[in-house]
């Protein structure tokens, strides 16, 4: 049979076991970590948060160390060596508890009794547990111990033996006890013998105990104790001196409703209420911030409203942890303290563990000057029942959310004038409740257009430098650290306590510095502050915190909802999850504030914060990765393999985007070339369409370098590489690549990826301006594509015809072949091939001089532009619209609409040029011939670095339009500016488009 150890703590540390007693160990670190995990029994502690709270100040790896070896010195200390490791500390590699069936403390007897005193039915009982609490407090919690989990403990532990001493006090007057009395009125005396109270007290008791003089030599003590600091006895105590004189002498003296008759021993119980200034009116228990409140001004005032406008008496704030909840109904609080007549009563629940003590502690709260008992709760009522209108803020729910709502529900049905704001992570669902969510704070955008002012007023910003700014006094929000400071803003995604942490790095840190180390590791996001809540010191304890509220499934689902990067829906859950009822889970994950939903046009899409998402990760076992990895993976390789239309296709890539690229990286990483492969291929329209060049020629460039790739695959991913140069600007590569590979689709018979291939020779040789072989090529593609009943490929190979043919001046047969293509895309119902037919239409209009009908033919291609599939094709509308608005002379409307195409497919090169281009003739029509020529200069030497070689039709009208400048303005002038535009950086080529636009734009790339 195993002795119990009773680890004792009041008034120091020791441990004890039989005879056996250790007051020694290895550092005082090493006994913290005993007290701490004895006030917190029946609790696996995770060993990050432990580590953390005990050395805040050090490097993560070294005070993990540090803990492993205080826990090694513990067991050493405290197994039997024949019983094994796991007697008394119960450890694991992520938690550390203690056996709480073999170890006790003198604190958890001293909270036992002083609940038995409160509940206990006679006063015999009653005074027999407050006399074993009095007997048990040895002295403060852990003397010698100056950590901050500590401080908060011992003033909880402090307040409860002053109470039982007044209680004490109180019963054996009422059991006719006055010697008793009068001992435990000593006893308070010695917690404060400065504090008046207490002396008047015994003045008092001795004086029923017919002990004139001793209350006389009370009196003189309180005259020595208040000469200390200059002061003097009250008017209350000078009665009772004046009482004792006259009582000492044996003179009447007239009393009044407060004086007390002389007791005599063993009399009959009368109560003794201790003396009472009243207050006219009540001081609010709201904790006083220094901080500044930054942010949630809407869900401030719905808080205000609610309870002034009595819209609903039950607000619960939800949020996750570190998001703000205290600090709301604090802030709340205090504006609502003037309007109910300063009854606001703010009750932290951090330090109870049981619903049964949240009627003692609001009692503790409502009635600081009454220890408590079986009434103590009535009482409170009494008194609440007696205000107009009370609010009761209930701090830090969650952990008795199931059982304390019961308690919110008496209050509230008893209690008509009460109004309750609770803080928690758990929604109480309660007839009547109005929820508040809390999401994490707006972040910014650094967009060239935003002031330093407007970044300043953003509240993530505004937060982190004001918190940054009380450890350091000169950190300022500047043109050089906005950057850094928006980037940290947005890597912490809005949360407020995150923010906090990391700004309290600011004396020994750059924002750019913070931003670097949280990159590495979100566990470094911690703070050295000893004022701060432990569960708040580090957010691994508030992870902690959370995912310990949740049960075996919930737990399960969350760390396979990890796996998921940006979002997720049902379904893509239920492929994560199986055998799981996914959608009760994401919904009680959502109701724990450990995920959050938003509607799209579609569905209901669920994500979680990114630093919630880091740190669950580091929760999955290698077995469990491997899973969720392959299942993840595989889910989304499905997903973009679908064959729907597009715009269905597009909208679920963009949504799942992140998601798709963490399956790439996925199979990369697992070698899984030929999923990774397909994944690729399928992805490249997506990249294609939206521009994402540069990106998915990587991705596509990878995975063909693994070996043993199938050799039509492989074919097909250059292939789509090979698109994704040409568009690029890197015309040699592409078309060496197409060559490579045409053979390839041949020797397979693969006609579809033939043609396609084939497509990309044609583009080559239209920019080339060898017309007749982009014929040849449109002519054999387009046999092939009547052969496979391809009707979308016909309308593409009429639609290039007419390109090649404009360009030759065949205009009546440019017109044919376009308004072919418009027929069978209008049969086929493709919007982007009508939209790009048209715009090409509208652009053989303008080399007509017919402008009316260009404009018609545009209006409708730009209602159809939200349709294209490809970005580059939409910028070429815009494009196309500018030059006919230059064409008519609308320069302003010309640029305008040109810069909106170049925001439109910003990365891709044969757009970019082609925007110089009439963005400089559009300057020169509105007189800005200098910077026109600059812009010219620039257009030139940008089209020499991509190797554009186009000299159709429209650069022909270029050219005439250049040499017209040049005539006017004078060659030498004319060639002085024009070199200038030559040497310009795409920073000033940005800075001369801002001019003109009147608004900060930054859409051309370093070349």
Same mark, same amino acid.
């Given at each position: 049979?195993?002795?119990p ?5 009041l ?6 076991q !039989? ?9 005082q ?12 029994p ?10 953390e ?13 540090r803990?492993?070896q205080?826990?090694s ?10 019983l ?19 170890v006790?403390?003198d604190?958890e007897?001293?909270e036992?009794a002083?609940?038995?005193?409160e509940?206990?039915e006679?006063?015999?009982d ?8 009095v007997?048990? =407090?040895k ?5 010698g ?7 908060s ?19 054996h007057?009422?059991a006719?006890?006055p ?12 917690l ?17 105990a017919g ?6 030599k009370?009196?003189? $003590?309180?005259v020595?104790?208040l000469?200390?600091f200059?002061? *003097?006895? @009250? ?10 004189e006259?009582?000492a002498?044996n003179?009447?003296?007239?009393? $009044?409703?407060d ?9 009959a119980?009368?109560?003794v ?19 500044t409140?930054v942010?949630r001004?809407?869900e401030?005032?719905?808080? /205000?409203?609610?309870?002034v406008?009595d819209?609903s008496r ?9 998001c ?6 604090i ?21 109870? /563990? ?8 609001i ?14 709760? *009535? ?5 609440l ?11 830090n ?5 199931e059982?304390g709502?019961a ?5 509230l ?7 309750c ?27 060239p ?22 450890v350091?006094a000169?950190?300022?929000? #500047?043109e050089?650290?906005a ?9 912490l ?6 923010l906090e942490?990391?700004?309290?790095w600011?004396?020994?840190?750059t ?7 949280i ?23 508030v992870?902690?915190?959370s ?7 919930l737990?399960?689902v969350?760390?396979?909802?990890? =796996? ?6 049902y ?9 799981v ?11 724990h504030?450990?995920?959050?939903s938003?509607?799209?046009?579609d ?10 998402r ?9 077995d ?5 990895g ?47 492969l ?63 590979v ?16 084939q497509?990309?020779?044609q583009?080559?040789?239209h920019?080339r301006?060898?017309y ?25 190979c ?6 090649? @043919? ?5 205009f009546?047969?440019a ?33 007509a !001089? ?20 490809q970005?580059?094709r939409?910028?070429? #509308? ?9 064409? *008519? ?6 640029i ?22 009439q963005?400089?003739?559009?300057l ?6 200098? $910077? ?6 620039f257009?030139?030497? =940008? ?13 022909r009208?270029?050219?005439e339009?250049?040499e ?26 940005n ?5 003109? =636009? ?10």
């Amino acid at each position: 049979m195993i002795l119990p150890w009773r680890v004792e703590m009041l008034g120091g540390l020791a441990i004890a076991q !039989g005879d056996r007693r250790i007051t020694r160990f290895q550092t005082q670190k090493t006994g913290a970590l005993l007290a701490y995990l004895a006030l917190h029994p029946n609790k696996a502690h995770s060993r990050e948060a432990l580590a953390e709270m005990l050395w805040p100040e050090g490097d993560p790896t070294a005070i993990r160390n540090r803990l492993n070896q205080a826990i090694s010195s513990l067991r050493r200390q405290l197994h039997p060596p024949e019983l094994g490791p796991g007697t008394v500390l119960v450890t694991d590699h992520h938690s550390v508890a203690i056996n709480s069936k073999v170890v006790g403390s003198d604190v958890e007897e001293f909270e036992r009794a002083i609940k038995q005193a409160e509940r206990a039915e006679s006063l015999a009982d009653k005074i027999k547990n407050l006399e074993y609490a009095v007997e048990l =407090y040895k002295g403060e919690l852990l003397e010698g111990y100056y950590e901050e989990w500590v401080f908060s403990k011992r003033m909880h532990l402090a307040d409860h033996y002053d109470q039982a001493l007044q209680e004490l006090i109180r019963s054996h007057v009422e059991a006719g006890n006055p010697d008793a009395a009068i001992e435990f009125a000593r006893l308070r005396l010695q917690l404060d013998p400065y504090d008046e109270t207490p002396h008047v007290i015994l003045m008092r008791l001795y004086l029923r105990a017919g002990r004139p003089k001793s209350a006389l030599k009370q009196y003189e $003590d309180l005259v020595r104790a208040l000469q200390t600091f200059d002061d *003097e006895p @009250s008017e209350v105590a000078e009665k009772y001196r004046t009482k004792a004189e006259a009582q000492a002498e044996n003179r009447a003296v007239a009393t $009044d409703d407060d004086d007390l008759p002389v007791m005599e021993s063993r009399r009959a119980p009368e109560t003794v209420p201790p003396p009472v200034t009243p207050r006219e009116e009540p001081i609010p228990s709201i904790p006083r911030v220094v901080s500044t409140f930054v942010g949630r001004d809407a869900e401030l005032t719905a808080i /205000e409203d609610a309870i002034v406008q009595d819209k609903s008496r039950l607000i619960t704030i939800l949020g996750v942890g570190g998001c703000g909840k205290t600090r709301l109904a604090i802030e709340a609080g205090w504006r609502l303290v003037e309007k109910v007549g300063g009854h606001v009563y703010f009750i932290a629940l951090t330090n109870i /563990e049981d619903a049964s003590d949240l009627p003692v502690e609001i009692s503790r709260v409502v009635l600081p000057d009454k220890l408590g008992g079986a009434d103590s709760f *009535e009482a409170a009522m009494t008194r609440l029942r007696s205000t107009p209108k009370a609010v009761l803020i209930l701090d830090n729910f969650e952990h008795i959310a199931e059982l304390g709502s019961a308690t919110i529900k008496t209050l509230l049905e008893a209690l008509p004038n009460l109004y309750c704001i609770v803080t928690t992570r758990i929604p109480l669902n309660l007839d009547g409740e109005v929820q508040i969510p809390l999401t994490p704070l707006s972040v910014p955008h650094l967009e060239p257009s935003v002031t330093l002012k407007e970044l300043a007023e953003n509240p993530s910003v505004a937060l982190f430098v004001e918190r940054a700014q009380a450890v350091k006094a000169d950190f300022q929000l #500047t043109e050089r650290t906005a950057k850094s400071i928006v980037d940290l803003c947005r890597h912490l995604e809005g949360l407020p306590l995150a923010l906090e942490l990391a700004a309290s790095w600011a004396r020994v840190m750059t924002p750019s510095q913070m931003l670097e180390q949280i990159s590495e590791n979100v566990d470094r996001l911690a703070s050295r502050r000893r004022d701060i809540n432990p569960r708040h010191r580090s957010f691994r304890a508030v992870f902690d915190g959370s995912f310990s509220l949740l049960d075996e499934t919930l737990k399960f689902v969350f760390l396979r909802l990890t =796996y998921f990067s940006g979002g997720w829906d049902y379904e893509s859950a239920a492929r994560l999850c199986p055998g799981v009822d996914v959608i009760t889970a994401i919904h009680t994950l959502e109701e724990h504030s450990m995920i959050f939903s938003e509607p799209t046009d579609d569905a209901i899409r669920f994500s979680m914060l990114e630093t919630l998402r880091s740190l669950g990760e580091g929760l999955i076992p290698p077995d469990l990765d491997a899973e969720c990895g392959w299942l993840h993976a595989d889910y989304f390789l499905e997903m973009t393999e679908r064959n729907v239309p597009w715009n269905k296709w597009e909208r679920a890539v963009s949504l799942d985007y992140s998601n798709c690229i963490a399956a790439l990286r996925w199979f990369a990483e697992n070698e899984r070339s030929e999923e990774g492969l397909r994944m690729a291929v399928a992805m490249s329209r997506y990249w294609v369409g939206k521009g994402l060049l540069a990106e998915g020629r990587e991705w596509l460039d990878l995975f063909t370098t693994f070996d043993g790739i199938d050799l039509l695959l492989n074919a097909r991913a250059k292939s789509a590489s090979a698109k994704l140069a040409w568009l690029a600007g890197d015309f040699i590569i592409a078309e060496r690549s197409i060559r490579e590979v045409i053979d390839t689709f041949r020797t397979y018979d693969a006609k579809l990826d033939e043609m396609e291939a084939q497509f990309i020779l044609q583009l080559e040789a239209h920019r080339r301006g060898d017309y007749e072989e982009s014929k040849r090529i449109l002519y054999a593609n387009l046999a092939l594509a009547e052969a496979l009943d391809d009707v979308n490929a016909s309308a593409r190979c009429w639609l290039a015809l007419g390109n090649a @043919s404009i360009e030759q001046g065949e205009f009546d047969e440019a017109r044919e072949y376009y308004e072919r293509s418009i027929e069978v895309s209008r049969k086929t119902g493709t919007p982007e091939r009508i939209a790009h037919a048209l715009t090409n239409l509208a652009n053989l209009s303008i080399f007509a !001089g017919q402008t009316e009908a260009a404009r018609k033919w545009l209006d409708e291609a730009a209602s159809l532009i939200d349709m294209y599939e490809q970005r580059w094709r939409a910028a070429m #509308t815009y494009l196309v619209k500018g030059r006919l608005e230059n064409v *008519e002379g609308n320069y302003e409307a010309a640029i305008d609409t040109l810069v909106e195409g170049l925001r439109t497919a910003p990365t891709e090169k044969l757009v970019t040029w082609r925007f110089l281009m009439q963005f400089g003739l559009a300057l020169a029509g509105l007189g800005l011939t200098e $910077d026109a020529i600059r812009t010219f200069g620039f257009f030139e030497r =940008y089209r020499e670095r991509i190797g554009e070689q186009h000299r159709g039709i429209e650069m022909r009208v270029y050219e005439e339009k250049l040499e017209e400048i040049r005539s006017v303005y004078g060659e030498d002038r004319f060639n002085e500016q024009f070199n200038i535009g030559r040497i310009m950086s795409a920073d000033e080529m940005n800075g001369l488009i801002t001019k003109v =636009y009147r608004q900060p734009i930054r859409l051309l790339e370093a070349i």
